[in-house]
T-cell receptor, first 112, second 116 residues
Framework: DVKVTQSSRYLVKRTGEKVFLECVQD?????MFWYRQDPGLGLRLIYF???????EKGDIPEGYSVSREKKERFSLILESASTNQTSMYLC???????????FGDGTRLSIL | AQKITQTQPGMFVQEKEAVTLDCTYD???????LFWYKQPSSGEMIFLIY??????QNATEGRYSLNFQKARKSANLVISASQLGDSAMYFC?????????????FGDGTTLTVKP
């Protein structure tokens, strides 16, 4: 079974901090994604990557960056956390175009 | 314009009855895939069912079936014989093969509550 692991289920950080959210998948998937989920807004794509060291902006990349140094790991970075980045963050991966995404359990991030 | 529209923010269904969750989509790409996911209150996203744009038959997976009407750009999820454990948020998603580099677009979701 595909496993997508996010480093934390719950995280509390302070405004202005640099925050790292880690995601690891164990099935050699090329494609990895970071979403944020807010009530009434569905899932919005922040960044995605289709290969090591490759990244592309999604719909809401402002205030975020990503890193993919190894195929299995895709990190989301909040450069200087702000309260409007309080949200649920979901990582996902998939191996190909007609295959479903596999999601991690999510990280509920609170910025105080 | 929204690419995926789920018009029902919330739905109620009696246990053991069938329920249809609506999803309409908008694309000019002739090759695309449609996915449904379930998100229980615990937060994890669970893949339910997939329909490809060239598939001739409606997809089925156990109690889940997809009512795919290509001309109307609709991909409704039908859950038969609802169970209490079906109470969750349901998301419809689309992935366009030629125009969107493997990204998926999600609808805003429908919260389904199954009543005993």
């Amino acid at each position: 079974d595909v496993k997508v692991t996010q480093s934390s289920r719950y995280l509390v950080k302070r405004t202005g901090e640099k925050v790292f959210l880690e995601c690891v998948q164990d099935m050699d998937h090329e494609n990895m994604f970071w979403y944020r989920q807010d009530p009434g807004l569905g899932l919005r794509l922040i960044y995605f990557s289709y290969d090591v060291k490759m990244k592309e902006k999604g719909d809401i990349p402002e205030g975020y960056s990503v890193s993919r140094e190894k195929k299995e790991r895709f990190s989301l970075i909040l450069e200087s956390a702000s309260t409007n980045q309080t949200s649920m963050y979901l990582c996902a991966s998939h191996p190909g175009l007609n295959q479903p995404q596999h999601f991690g359990d999510g990280t509920r991030l609170s910025i105080l | 314009a929204q690419k995926i529209t789920q018009t029902q923010p919330g739905m109620f269904v009696q246990e053991k009855e069938a329920v249809t969750l609506d999803c309409t989509y908008d694309t000019s790409d002739p090759s695309y895939g449609l996915f449904w996911y379930k998100q229980p209150s615990s937060g994890e996203m669970i893949f339910l069912i997939y329909q490809g744009s060239y598939d001739q038959q409606n997809a089925t997976e156990g109690r889940y079936s997809l009512n795919f009407q290509k001309a109307r750009k609709s991909a409704n999820l039908v859950i038969s014989a609802s169970q209490l454990g079906d109470s969750a948020m349901y998301f419809c998603a689309m992935r366009e093969v030629n125009t969107n580099a493997g990204k998926s677009t999600f609808g805003d979701g429908t919260t389904l509550t199954v009543k005993p």
